[in-house]
């Protein structure tokens, strides 16, 4: 039974126009998740493309991965990403046992984070693994044109705060047999804590691209 990578990569982005093709160094978004699998081929087997784009399809090819062309009934902006990985399962004609989902909008990652985390999945013995993070802000609500603070009380200092956590997006490893029931991450799935400067990398605006382009720079 395999693992294979999915990536899913959709066009039409509003925000920044062909976005998983925009380059960030010197290759598109997409390619960095796609090299990143094939340098972790002891663990994936196959790499797929999602994509209702000709450009993204191309690049893909481009650079080793195969394509699975998502119709547009599953291409919306409101389409929820298992309904890609679903589609791609549907679609090849082989045993999947894992599926690992990396963001092409999340293009760096850490070098050895997919194998830490498949070891601890693996371990676990868990059918599902997500990626995040330890948030060190202060949050709050306003209601009635007063702030309440959520996670702290005023004048607590940062690094006393209760530990909250987020979903970075970096990776997710989950069975096959749970995104086919068109869940990504489980009840029981383990969150892989992973504190590290890419973990702030999630591309959704020009400002969010500038800033993987300066970090990719600096390391």
């Known amino acids: ?21 925009q380059l960030l160094g010197e290759l598109p978004l997409i390619a960095h998740s796609i090299l ?22 191309k690049t ?42 990396l963001q092409a909008t999340n293009p ?11 070891n601890k999945f693996e371990k676990e013995n868990k059918d599902s693994l997500f990626t995040v993070s330890r948030n060190h802000q202060k949050f709050g609500k306003i209601m009635d044109n007063k702030f309440q603070p959520f996670n702290y009380t005023f004048g607590q200092r940062s690094q006393d705060l209760e530990p909250l956590f987020f979903e970075n997006g970096l990776l997710y490893i989950t069975k096959s047999s749970l995104i086919l029931n068109d869940i ?23 400002e969010d691209l500038e800033y993987a382009r300066y970090l990719y720079k600096k390391q």
């Open 108 to 118: 760096l990652r850490p070098e050895n984070l997919l194998q830490e985390a498949f």
């Open 36 to 57: 990143y699998a094939k340098e972790n081929s002891g663990i994936i087997d196959d790499i797929y493309v999602s994509t209702d784009d000709a450009e993204i399809k």
């Open 184 to 206: 990504i991450i489980s009840e029981n799935a383990f969150p892989f804590e992973v504190n590290h400067i890419f973990a702030q990398v999630d591309i959704d605006t020009p």
């Open 1 to 21: 039974m395999k693992t294979i990578a999915i990536i899913p990569a959709r066009g039409g982005s509003k925000r920044i126009s062909e976005k998983n093709i």
């Open 60 to 101: 893909a090819l481009q650079f080793g991965a195969k394509v699975i062309d998502r119709p547009k009934s599953l291409s919306g902006d409101l389409e929820p990403t298992v309904s890609a990985l679903k589609h791609v399962l549907e679609s090849i004609d082989t045993d999947v046992e894992n599926v690992v989902l």
